[in-house]
């Protein structure tokens, strides 16, 4: 995996900027988590990295080379993969499970994957996410939304990323359902070494699955750091704010392993 760093990033819509000089790196092998309200970025800072959102200043780097060329990713290798909020709208419904992983697999251009190596390769996808082989031939519309989910974590490592962006991967999910999802997260970054951005409106979910966080207000990070730090004692009165809009306690079903 590798570093990724936000190097006083703006975005504009027209008039209106939507990001202002936004720096923030998320180191090798750590999981940073965003949060804010509707509206304060975050979301476009994720689609900024894979060329969805214009950069209208600063770069965004991997390993201090800039990860967009000509606004779009190249090759098979995509350097991010991004799991999106909507289980039900980011895997295509006419595609078996297995054919949305297999249209995702890394393959170096000097090699072609066999058909049973493919099929090798997707079975061991799945179970990385804890689910079984045999669901390779099953459509989206099969599936519950947690298992959805679980596919599209299996295809966003597919392309063999060195870091995921994870927007608001739970909360288009049941409560009784985003522990597993978060056990899972957080398993592979133990298992894989896995960097990721984990975007979410939900400090009770960032704070069990993150090492730091940032806080986004209004396009700008007005705070950053530990997550023990920034959600234990908080330093900007935005980020009480936050803090004091959400009813104590952690995420659901986050203590045990549950299967969604």
């Known amino acids: 995996m590798s570093e990724l760093t936000f190097d006083h990033v703006t975005v504009r819509y027209g008039a209106s900027t939507v990001l202002d000089e936004v720096s923030l790196t998320v180191p090798d092998g750590e999981i940073v988590g965003l949060v804010g309200e509707s509206g304060?970025?975050?979301?476009?800072?994720?689609?900024?990295?894979?060329?969805?959102?214009?950069v209208h200043g600063g770069q965004i780097l991997l390993d201090g080379a800039p990860i967009l060329q000509r606004g779009r990713m190249r090759g098979r290798h995509r350097p991010v993969s991004m799991v999106f909020q909507d289980p039900f709208s980011s895997?295509?419904?006419?595609?078996?499970?297995?054919?949305?992983?297999?249209?995702a697999l890394y393959r170096p251009r000097t090699e072609r994957l066999s058909r049973a190596g493919r099929r090798a390769e997707i079975t061991r996808l799945l179970e990385l996410v804890h689910l079984d082989g045999g669901r390779a031939a099953q459509l989206p519309g099969q599936l519950s939304g947690?298992?959805?989910?679980?596919v599209a974590l299996a295809r966003a490592l597919a392309g063999r990323p060195r870091l995921v962006i994870a927007d608001e991967i739970t909360s288009a999910l049941d409560v009784s359902v985003q522990g597993a999802v978060l056990n899972l997260v957080r398993e592979m970054q133990r298992e894989l070494g896995l960097s990721m951005l984990f975007i979410s409106h939900n400090l009770a979910v960032v704070r069990y699955v993150a090492s730091q966080?940032?806080?986004?207000?209004?396009?700008?990070?007005?705070?950053?750091?530990?997550?023990?730090?920034v959600l234990g004692r908080p330093q900007h009165d935005y980020t009480r704010q936050l803090l004091a809009a959400i009813p104590g306690g952690r995420p659901t079903q986050t203590t045990k392993e549950t299967r969604a």
Do not use: F, Y
């Not at 304060?40 to 214009?54: C, D, F, I, M």
């Not at 947690?146 to 679980?150: I, P």
């Not at 966080?213 to 730090?229: C, N, S, W, Y």
């Open 213 to 229: 966080v940032a806080v986004l207000e209004g396009g700008r990070i007005v705070e950053h750091g530990p997550t023990v730090d």
């Open 91 to 103: 895997l295509d419904p006419r595609m078996t499970v297995g054919e949305s992983i297999a249209e």
């Open 146 to 150: 947690g298992q959805r989910q679980r």
């Open 40 to 54: 304060s970025g975050k979301s476009t800072l994720a689609k900024a990295v894979v060329g969805l959102a214009p």
